[in-house]
């Protein structure tokens, strides 16, 4: 057993020449289209609680970085009805799979979501599909839908909805965020 760690570790140091690597593979427009998403953002923030009841305003900041120039990371931090949160969001672009994918994680729950989605270039309109416990719902399994609207360079807006036993979404968040100048 210690022989055969010991060649594997030495053909690991073999110099490997340039014409024997692989080509890295290069960011496309989808990952070029997550660039913009990156930047320092202010957010108004609206949270419907219940059906016909006017909707809990908040306030939120976020800061968004490319990492290798396929994943957007952005940080979150707001405050609504006198509670703080915070927020890590990862989205990316998988060519393999002609997919966007991603992950959202807060302070507010033990969920790690895990996304899916698409992108309607027409419209600059990435929807992203999860699923999840609903806390209204006493933790029941549901289908949840987040969309992001780039409306100019400095303008986006996110919002979510939860998808009712009836099949029809419903809206429960929504946010409007301007780049920081």
Same mark, same amino acid.
């Given at each position: 057993m210690k022989l055969r760690t010991l060649i594997a570790s030495a053909l690991l140091l073999l110099p490997v020449s340039a014409q024997e690597m692989p080509e890295m593979p290069k960011p496309v427009k989808q990952h070029e289209w997550l660039a913009q998403?990156?930047? !320092?953002?202010?957010?108004?923030?609206?949270?419907? +609680?219940?059906?016909?009841?006017?909707?809990?305003?908040?306030?939120?900041?976020e800061k968004a970085r490319m990492l290798g120039g396929f994943w957007?990371?952005? !940080?979150?931090?707001?405050?609504?009805?006198?509670?703080?949160?915070y927020n890590i969001l990862t989205l990316g672009y998988?060519?393999?799979?002609?997919?966007?994918?991603?992950?959202?994680?807060?302070?507010?729950?033990?969920?790690?979501?895990?996304?899916?989605?698409?992108?309607?270039e +027409?419209?600059?309109t990435l929807t992203l599909e999860s699923e999840g416990p609903c806390p209204m719902r006493g933790?029941?399994?549901?289908?949840?839908?987040?969309?992001?609207?780039?409306?100019?360079?400095?303008?986006k807006t996110f919002t979510s909805h939860i998808q009712g036993e009836?099949?029809?979404?419903?809206?429960?968040?929504?946010?409007?965020?301007?780049?920081?100048?």
């Amino acid at each position: 057993m210690k022989l055969r760690t010991l060649i594997a570790s030495a053909l690991l140091l073999l110099p490997v020449s340039a014409q024997e690597m692989p080509e890295m593979p290069k960011p496309v427009k989808q990952h070029e289209w997550l660039a913009q998403l990156a930047g !320092e953002w202010e957010s108004t923030m609206k949270c419907i +609680a219940e059906p016909g009841k006017p909707p809990i305003e908040g306030k939120g900041s976020e800061k968004a970085r490319m990492l290798g120039g396929f994943w957007v990371v952005s !940080e979150g931090k707001g405050e609504m009805m006198g509670t703080a949160f915070y927020n890590i969001l990862t989205l990316g672009y998988d060519p393999g799979k002609k997919q966007f994918t991603g992950t959202w994680v807060d302070s507010m729950t033990s969920t790690l979501w895990h996304y899916n989605g698409t992108l309607d270039e +027409a419209t600059n309109t990435l929807t992203l599909e999860s699923e999840g416990p609903c806390p209204m719902r006493g933790g029941k399994i549901c289908k949840f839908k987040e969309v992001i609207v780039i409306k100019d360079k400095d303008t986006k807006t996110f919002t979510s909805h939860i998808q009712g036993e009836d099949g029809k979404w419903t809206e429960m968040m929504s946010a409007t965020s301007t780049r920081k100048k």
